[in-house]
């Protein structure tokens, strides 16, 4: 498949980049945020309401879409865009992340992995060879390398080894792709420790893939060290390939991202918020079930352009939400995609008008400081 | 509130009206079916979607909204209209129906019903006058009179008993009634005696209410009884107000009553089975879980109109509904939300053309015979 990357501005006070992404279905502008769509929907919301949105591209779960429908299944429907009704990029994770949170289910050795459904117990053996033929079958746009995701905290012998093999499964696939396959990012790993993440950014870059996905971050970190990981790692990527920060974050995390020059981010946040009722306005987040709002008439956020904030006041949310009404997940995920896809419709905006630290002042003076700590409470 | 019922026609062969209600919320025709909107929202979708499906007014419920938030909270924020963003008329049950499901929950005086809240076991006391009350304050466009539901099946005495006393609280709420307040349909009851059903239609006939309801069917009666009492009741009701079955039904049990001279009809089968992945087609019912749709490319009916039929084939809404997700709900009530409003759009034009029964015949010959049976064992 068709994929380039054209680096269209770069912010001079610091290292964030607008690029723009080509692939077989339609371009799309970075830095961009991919709405988690696991099983090939972006929960409670159709195609149509993401593109009302702005959502220029989409996450599925290749680990997820293998168990089911099958991806042999979806191939035969003519693949993952026309199965889902969606006809802009997808890039599918490779399922590293979710077969190795299952922990014990899980069994890890050099041809690759073996694992017990979360479905129904059955046994499964993916390598990374099959895991680009199983994302071969689904037709995506950018296909990911199988990875081990080490936890955190883990020695720092574990992430060594951990680490070398993943670089090895890297390789593997890369050898495995065929001519018309999806563009292949290939994934950073190392823990936490410096050394390791230089030396899998280096190795990765000298293999040569179509852009470079940081995993293993946001899995109980702290917050700084996250940020540290990047200053050390983005540096040793190409510049003309794009990055992806895997599973992050918070809307303040992508802002710091960005300013290290990363361009791709996908996380659940905005969605899973949603339906739990934690609302995202430029002050913080809003928990729609508190007794005050009951019967407030304003809109999550005064000013705010989404179909929600358009047409409903906050009782009526607290009211879908504590009624346990379908229409309050689909209203709340509404408004906390418009906000997450606004603000990175601005972020570009100020790259390119070379305005994004008065952009990053302006967030900071707003956002509520104690918002990402009550994240870790609330979620 | 302004309420006018016009007869544009009257089919020649059968009982069946063509006409049109207008309200302060704009005109609907009849006849004319309502999905149930219980909370203020019909499960799933937005009120721009019940549009497109063909909705021209929707039901809500009086218990439940009493209930929560509240009806003086909702009068506050504007009414129902505005709390719940529809800008179309809007019927309120009563919660006659509900409050009498609560079986041991309730306890009835002549005054009105003691009964216990199903969401906080709290205890209130509705009499006819506050049921009139809360729907002024919801402000909607036709309320219904508090009546009690008489289960199925119950003994000649209580049925006699428990009907003489709604016709007493019909009176009433028609003396509650201020200026501007919502119009008031009266609720025939009677159990299945036919001496009850006829002694209610013409007590309510005589107090004069802007449209007649026929309470307490579809609780379990044999189908033919139900015909059987719209055959006996329908011919004592004005011919110049609108009469509704409540709580009814299949596809057919809609069309024979409209061929005996129904004109509304509000039922959650079309809602719920959608959540429930069954899906409504000419031919029958389709259960979408089948494995048989497991790489079923087609849509749900070959030619079908709707949103979800344009886009989606049966093995992707399969996937969903195993899967369990928001968008099977929304995807499956869109789809049987348009089959009821486009057979009642169909039937519309029938009795406007002088050929409803050809319409009978040709929806009979379709329809899986067996499918009225299988609904109850499904349901």
Redesign the interface.
Known sequence: MAFFFERLKTDGSTQARLGRVSTDHGTFLTPAFMPVGT???V????PEELVGVGVEILLANTYHLYL??GHE?IE???GLHR???WERPILTDSGGYQIFSLGDLRKISEEGVTFQSHLDGSLHFLTPEKVVEIQRALGVDIAMVLDECIPYPSPYEYAKVSTERTGRWARRSLQALREGDPALFGIVQGGVFRDLREESARQLRDLGFSGFALGGLSVGEPRNLMLEILEWTTPLLPEDAPRYLMGVGTPRDILDAIMQGIDLFDCVLPTRNARNGSLFTSYGRLSIKQARY??D?RPIEEGCGCYTCR???R??L???Y??K???S??LNTIHNLFYYLGLLKKIRAAIDGGTLLDLQRDFLRQWDADDDAKEIAET
């Open positions: 099983l090939g929907t929960k409670s919301l159709t089911r429908p299944t035969r429907l003519g199965f889902i009704h009951a019967q008439d047409h409903y006041s009782a009526y607290r009211h879908l504590l009624s009404e379908i229409l997940s689909r």
